[in-house]
């Protein structure tokens, strides 16, 4: 009897370990490899459950809708009212490409699947509502359409936001596509030349040109390697050792100017010689000051700025970051940014496009508030750069952005790149006296500043301020 009791005992012993081993794995898998194996692409289970969820709606600022779900026999089929207009910030949502912009980066909060239930499993799904929370934009849905249309059929993007809060108020990117005919279309937009799934207001690396040459003047002053009363002779061209020859545009001559004169005319040579006199160190400085080192938000998924190895650069390529060249690429957002600080006391707000996260019945469930990400300057250089933006506006190359009993402060750029015609640039803010809006347009290949992204902005603004 004994040696039986003995074997009972180490049977029951055998199986209860077993029991703990299988409680330890089952725990492993349900609280470290929950999200894992909830998002997996094979499960079936979870993709089926979500078919049957109605995705909450994409809307602006104002209600209107940007996105929603439509019953489609068994399931719900997305559907986008604006189209092209929208198509980079909102995204699309397909079985078989995927998910982009909105629909992606908050597809937990469009499903409902943001819940705490989660790693439960199939459980969960006693808890799921099957209607997905709303997000709510901080665009403006006409402002986006007044910004796209103003584009015309030129490549390019255009950022506009609230250099006070940071909100993300317009944000389009030519070519687009229509997200409601993705899947039909998928072959031609995914390999057309002209890149129209690229959203480049975050994600286009462009040379910024001329429209550098705002924080130049800054970076300069801050280091006081000049003052507002210095001059620098410009014969129209600069020799820069060993020889190498910067030209100002027509090789005009502008004579003895001070750096107020020199960014209403957007001075080559002007803003050259503050590269050289800046130096690499210093610049490297002026950069990373203003945050060019640093991620914003991961939701707007923008592309990192590149930057020279400032330290290894020559004396050419030192003038040439004073206008804005060398290899200094960028992104359409980080222009509007910039813009943005001397709009706002030299003060970067935190860029965001997702103000509030509602249920279906209009309850809140999460909100974004405005974040101070950077101060880059002191307020009293700020004003002394939008000063001297208002003088490029007012009476220099950015005339064709004014507006009548508006005072805008803004820059052209005309950026010279390796693969084509210059790209057309306008930067800027308004009113200037109590900014509401900054706005970045790009024109890709479209030339002078001045002449093609200074009047699209022009439109742009109009349509914010009134």
Sequence with gaps: MKVIA???RKVAYCLFSLLVILFIYLSYIQVVE?????THPLNRRNAEAIHQIEYGMVVDKNGQKLAYSERDGDGFKRQYPYGAITAHVVGYDSETYGKTGIESTFNAYLTGKNNQLQHLGAISHLWTNQVGNNVVLTLDAKLQEVAYKSLGDHRGAVVVMSPRTGAILAMVSKPSFNPNTLNEQWNHISTATDSPLLNRSVQGLYPPGSIMKVMIADGALTEQVIDQKRTINSEGFLKVPPDYVLEEVNRKVYGKINIKEALTVS?????GTLGLELGGKRLAKTFERYGFKRPVSPELQEAMSRLPDFNALGNGDLAQVGI???SLLVTPLRMAMLASSFANK????KPYIVST????????VQEFAPEEWLTVTTPQLADTIKEMMVEVVSHGTGNAAS?????VAGKTGTAENPHGDSHA???GFAPADNPEVAIAVIVENGGGGGSIAAPIARQILEKALH
């Design 403 to 407: 507006l009548r009993g508006v005072q």
């Design 357 to 364: 996260i509602t249920d279906d019945k209009g309850s809140k």
């Design 425 to 427: 640039w306008f930067i």
């Design 34 to 38: 929950s999200n894992f194996l909830a």
């Design 267 to 271: 001075s080559n040579v002007f803003f």
């Design 6 to 8: 003995d074997n009972i």
């Design 346 to 349: 030299g003060k970067i707000m």
């Design 324 to 326: 804005g060249q060398s």
